[in-house]
């Protein structure tokens, strides 16, 4: 089936320290996890993906791994900031087709 | 375009009335895809087009769902007989190629049925 376990539903950080979101997916036929970042009141925005043939991207403060064995991937952002709260989303594609599978969401508070 | 764009940002409507969303996906982008995202929600998928046939539309909810893409270019999401519980933010997103390419959302179309 078609599923995508994203843990923890809210999350409250002290500026400066790390935030991790953890996802789970069920397909084992999926290659491809974007992460996006949501603001009140706009669409969502790609911040960093990962193909499956790559254990872990990094891109300044951002870094996404992946366990394709154990279905796992997470996003970690280092030195947080206040401009990083928002709800974050990962997804999966489904089936090596077009659409994406999300999850529930993270609250991410960044405290000053 | 610069991005993808929906028309219109807010819609109102009476239940049992007919609604047309539209969108317009980033210039040259051959996939687009619909999404319905709830309060509280991730997005979930409701119909996928390759150039101007639906590869896949296994995420509408009923036949009161229908979604084109007449030229392969921009897309209208119809939907009949409005329900309350219709309502929520429909998003739309295209990417360049569809199969594991970076898809890119517009910012939705809130649509409230009273």
């Known amino acids: 089936g078609e599923n995508v376990e994203q843990h923890p539903s809210t999350l409250s950080v002290q500026e400066g320290d790390s935030a991790v979101i953890k996802c789970t997916y069920s397909d084992s036929a999926s290659n491809y996890f974007p992460w996006y970042k949501q603001e009140l009141g706009k669409g969502p925005q790609l911040i960093i993906d990962i193909r499956s043939n790559v254990g872990e991207k990094k891109d300044q403060r951002i870094a996404v791994t992946l366990n394709k064995t154990a279905k796992h991937f997470s996003l970690h952002i280092t030195e947080t900031q206040p401009e990083d709260s928002a709800v974050y989303f990962c997804?999966?594609?489904?089936?090596?087709?077009?659409?994406?599978?999300f999850g529930q969401g993270t609250e991410l508070s960044v405290k000053p | 375009g610069a991005g993808v764009s929906q028309t219109p940002s807010n819609k109102v409507t009476e239940k049992g009335k007919y609604v047309e969303l539209r969108c317009d996906p980033i210039s040259g982008h051959t996939a687009l895809y619909w999404y319905r995202q709830s309060l509280g929600q991730g997005p979930e998928f409701l119909i996928y087009?390759?150039?101007?046939?639906?590869?896949?539309d296994s995420g509408l909810p009923n036949d009161r769902f229908f979604a084109v893409r007449p030229e392969g270019s921009v897309s209208t999401l119809k939907i009949q007989r409005t329900e309350r519980g219709d309502s929520a933010v429909y998003l739309c997103?295209?990417?360049?190629?569809?199969?594991?390419?970076?898809?890119?959302f517009g910012q939705g179309t809130r649509l409230t049925v009273v």
């Open positions: 087009f390759q150039g101007t046939g639906a590869a896949d």
């Open positions: 997804a999966g594609d489904y089936n090596q087709g077009g659409k994406l599978i």
């Open positions: 997103a295209s990417s360049l190629t569809g199969r594991n390419t970076e898809a890119f």
